[in-house]
Nanobody, 125 residues
């Protein structure tokens, strides 16, 4: 049973930082790309960042580029999202996800097979 558990969300002032973590279990994830998505109230769930199985390839949405860093530690089956210079428009529920096609790097949320329960990030102005 694949399980993804996010942590690290919370309330932060604009300009602050948060580090989200996603611990994966149920199988070895070192062959799978992983991603972070976010969903604000009344909006679609959109990709924030993605990272390839080895960590050698990363993708960032334009809205977060330069402020966010995705990384992974395959020895811990964990992916991270370091978010700096946070803005009120970053407020959303953040989800991590994995797609289980080995050594494939996709960005569409329809390609992701398993999702965490989400962690709330709230940025106050």
């Amino acid at each position: 049973q694949v399980q993804l558990v996010e942590s690290g969300g919370g309330l932060v002032q604009a300009g602050g930082s948060l580090r989200l973590s996603c611990a994966a279990s149920g199988r070895t994830f070192s062959n799978y790309a992983m991603g972070w998505f976010r969903q604000a109230p009344g909006r679609e769930r959109d990709i924030v960042a993605a990272i390839s199985w080895s960590g050698g390839i990363t993708y960032y949405a334009e809205s977060v580029k330069g402020r966010v860093t995705i990384s992974r530690d395959n020895s811990k089956n964990t992916v991270y999202l370091q978010m700096n210079s946070l803005k009120p428009e970053d407020t959303a529920v953040y989800y991590c996800a994995v797609h289980t096609k080995p050594r494939y790097f996709g960005l569409a949320k329809s390609e992701y097979d398993y999702w965490g329960q989400g962690t709330q990030v709230t940025v106050s102005s």
